[in-house]
């Protein structure tokens, strides 16, 4: 399974966005869908994930701004990126949890490619 993230772009702090999460192939073994960036000379950090159970979890860097949807008919999980700011400039990765921690790289497989975000001041 891989999941390819699009939707992201340019815009002004304080927009909005709406980023995809598309699946490439049958997620029923995995456990949910997480979201990661990396900002240019960092680290992938993570996001948020949404878990099959429906449960979300949030980075505190996001919590408040930043919200999951999903459209099962379509296999696709939303993220929704509401009062953006310029350190959320990043490239979004989606990816398929398996087990483990959230914060965790290695708990996800199936890593596509990523979405470019830009917030200009």
């Known amino acids: 399974v891989q999941l390819q993230a699009s939707g992201g772009g340019v815009v002004q702090a304080g927009g909005s966005l709406r980023l995809s999460c598309a699946a490439s192939?049958?997620?029923?073994?995995?456990?949910?869908m997480g979201w990661f960036r990396q900002a240019p000379g960092k680290e992938r950090e993570f996001v948020g994930i949404?878990?099959?159970?429906?449960?979300?979890s949030y980075a505190d860097s996001v919590k408040g701004r930043f919200t999951f949807s999903r459209d099962n008919a379509k296999n696709t999980v939303f993220l929704q990126m509401n009062s953006l700011k310029p350190e959320d400039t990043a490239v979004y990765y989606c990816a398929p949890y398996y087990s483990g921690s959230f914060y965790n790289t290695d708990s996800y497989r199936g890593w596509g490619q990523g979405t470019l975000v830009t917030v200009s001041s």
């Open positions: 949404r878990r099959n159970i429906g449960t979300t």
């Open positions: 192939g049958r997620t029923s073994s995995s456990n949910g």
